[in-house]
């Protein structure tokens, strides 16, 4: 899970890049019930570059995380500024952003401002959940999602808090997260999954069309004429 790239201040020629949005408040969902921590405090971007040079092998590209940041207790209109301003400069190929309860207004900023086809929008629900998790566990088990190094000492905590079930029934849904309430037993400070669930969202990037990049090839094809010399 932890590559051997540090992490960028800016991108690199040539490279591809998504932007995993994380809003507060994401879970306000339709079946909150199923959901394990309600309340978000935190608006979370994570920048990940996609690396296609998998997508012969497996099928589906790689995920190199480079650059992570967050607003707390700011206004959507300032964060959509803030935003903007990074999309000028990455120029990602897709934003994918929790457009769930309270994200819906940043959401819609971003759709208005780039366009249907550079912002997905995701709807919480119990079942998107559990494809995230389902979906998370499998891209790190297949080795395609990298950290940068040192790793994320925030990353590594929600994941040691992290819990998970699979509710009885035919769905088999998993409920995944850290627990509302949880708190670090060192600093007492509160726990939530931002960073977690940014991570998870690379799942939304799998369900695209990928293709690897190829070199291109020169051939001279012979000429008809030549080989139909002496033939009549």
């Known amino acids: 899970m932890q590559g051997s790239h540090t992490a960028r201040t800016e991108p690199e020629p040539g490279?591809?890049?998504?932007?995993?949005?994380?809003?507060?408040?994401?879970?306000?969902a339709i079946e909150n019930e199923m959901l394990q921590n309600p309340s978000r405090d935190s608006t979370a971007l994570k920048i990940v570059e996609v690396d296609t040079s998998s997508v012969r092998l497996l099928g589906k590209p790689s995920y190199l995380t480079v650059l992570r940041t967050e607003w707390s207790g700011?206004?959507?209109?300032?964060?959509?500024?803030a935003?903007?301003?990074?999309?000028?400069?990455?120029?990602?190929?897709?934003?994918?952003?929790?457009?769930?309860?309270?994200?819906?207004?940043?959401?819609?900023?971003?759709?208005?401002?780039?366009?249907?086809r550079v912002v997905l929008?995701?709807?919480?629900?119990a079942k998107?959940?559990?494809?995230?998790?389902?979906?998370?566990?499998?891209?790190?088990?297949?080795?395609?999602?990298h950290e940068y190094q040192p790793f994320p000492d925030g990353l590594?905590?929600?994941?040691?808090?992290?819990?998970?079930?699979?509710?009885p029934g035919p769905a088999r849904l998993m409920r995944w997260g850290v627990p509302d309430g949880t708190r670090d037993q060192?600093?007492?400070?509160?726990?939530?999954?931002?960073d977690l669930m940014t991570s998870a969202l690379c799942v939304i990037l799998d369900r695209l069309e990928w293709f690897t990049r190829l070199?291109?090839?020169w051939t001279t094809p012979k000429d008809p004429l030549e080989e139909m010399d002496g033939r009549f």
Not at 20 to 27: E, K, S, T, Y
Not at 74 to 81: D, L, M
Not at 128 to 145: A, H, P, Q
Request: with cysteine; hydrophobic share 40%; proline share 3%.
């Open 215 to 217: 070199p291109t090839v």
């Open 121 to 125: 929008p995701v709807k919480f629900t």
């Open 74 to 81: 700011q206004k959507h209109v300032r964060v959509f500024g």
């Open 186 to 194: 060192t600093t007492g400070e509160l726990v939530h999954d931002d």
């Open 156 to 167: 590594r905590r929600q994941m040691e808090w992290c819990h998970s079930e699979i509710v």
């Open 83 to 116: 935003l903007r301003a990074l999309v000028e400069t990455w120029k990602p190929l897709r934003i994918v952003i929790d457009a769930t309860g309270v994200g819906e207004g940043l959401w819609s900023l971003l759709d208005n401002a780039f366009g249907e």
């Open 128 to 145: 998107l959940k559990s494809e995230l998790g389902y979906g998370f566990i499998g891209m790190i088990e297949s080795g395609r999602y």
């Open 15 to 28: 490279r591809t890049y998504a932007f995993l949005i994380d809003v507060a408040g994401q879970d306000e």
